[in-house]
T-cell receptor, first 111, second 112 residues
Framework: NAGVTQTPKFRVLKTGQSMTLLCAQD?????MYWYRQDPGMGLRLIHY???????AKGEVPDGYNVSRLKKQNFLLGLESAAPSQTSVYFC??????????FGPGTRLTVL | KNQVEQSPQSLIILEGKNCTLQ??????????LRWYKQDTGRGPVSLTI???SENTKSNGRYTATLDADTKQSSLHITASQLSDSASYIC???????????WGAGTKLIIKP
C-alpha cells in the first residue's frame, strides 16, 4: 500500500514549456485533489475530482488542466508554464469522511 | 464567504511546555473539521478529524476540541517535543460540496 505518490519530485521548466504531473493512489479513493502551496502560504485548490471521468475547478484553476481517466490516477497539466506557477504542488485523495491523504509534493520552478 | 482563520500566525515555545492553537471558521453548511501537521517540505499529515457531534478528539499528545455553536476549534499540544516543530493547519469541509477550506496555518517552533 503506497498511499499517494507523485511524479516527478522536482522539475525545472522554462517559460512557455509544458509538462504533466502524475498523481497515483492505491487506496480506491473516490476524491482526488491538486493543490499548490506557495512559500509561507496555505494550500490553494487548483482542480479536484469526485470520481473517474469527472473533474471540477477549484480556487485557482487558470493555467492548469486535469484529467481523471482512471480512478487511481489524477493528472495535472501545465500547457504553457509561467514563472507565477513556481510552487510546490500537492496531490491528495480521500474516501468519504476519512482524512485526506497527501502525496509528498512536486517542487516546480519556472524560469 | 467561507473562511478559516487561525491564530497565532507563529508561536515559539520551550521544549516540554504545552500550547494551544486556535481555529475560527465561517464555513456553512459544516461537515467536519480536520487538523493537519505539515513538516517543512512535506505534505500535510492528518492529526484529527471531528464531525458536528464531536467535542473533543485526542491523538497521543494532541487534543482537538470543537465548538460547533461558536464555530471554533483548538488544538492543544501537551509536553511539546522538538519534533513538534511544524505548521499546523485547520481545514473545514463544507457539507454541500467536496471542497476543503484551508486555514493559513500556525507555524510552531519548539526550542530546546
Amino acid at each position: 500500500n503506497a498511499g499517494v505518490t507523485q511524479t516527478p519530485k522536482f522539475r525545472v521548466l522554462k517559460t512557455g514549456q509544458s509538462m504533466t504531473l502524475l498523481c497515483a493512489q492505491d487506496m480506491n479513493h473516490e476524491y482526488m485533489y491538486w493543490y499548490r502551496q506557495d512559500p509561507g502560504m496555505g494550500l490553494r485548490l487548483i482542480h479536484y475530482s469526485v470520481g473517474e471521468g469527472t473533474t471540477a475547478k477549484g480556487e485557482v484553476p487558470d493555467g492548469y488542466n486535469v484529467s481523471r481517466l482512471k480512478k487511481q490516477n489524477f493528472l495535472l497539466g501545465l500547457e504553457s508554464a509561467a514563472p507565477s506557477q513556481t510552487s510546490v504542488y500537492f496531490c491528495a485523495s480521500r474516501r468519504g469522511l476519512t482524512g485526506v491523504v497527501f502525496g509528498p509534493g512536486t517542487r516546480l520552478t519556472v524560469l | 464567504k467561507n473562511q478559516v482563520e487561525q491564530s497565532p500566525q507563529s508561536l515559539i515555545i520551550l521544549e516540554g511546555k504545552n500550547c494551544t492553537l486556535q481555529c475560527n471558521y465561517t464555513v456553512s453548511p459544516f461537515s467536519n473539521l480536520r487538523w493537519y501537521k505539515q513538516d517543512t517540505g512535506r505534505g500535510p499529515v492528518s492529526l484529527t478529524i471531528m464531525t458536528f457531534s464531536e467535542n473533543t478528539k485526542s491523538n497521543g499528545r494532541y487534543t482537538a476540541t470543537l465548538d460547533a455553536d461558536t464555530k471554533q476549534s483548538s488544538l492543544h499540544i501537551t509536553a511539546s517535543q522538538l519534533s513538534d516543530s511544524a505548521s499546523y493547519i485547520c481545514v473545514v469541509s463544507e457539507a454541500s460540496n467536496y471542497q476543503l477550506i484551508w486555514g493559513a496555518g500556525t507555524k510552531l517552533i519548539i526550542k530546546p
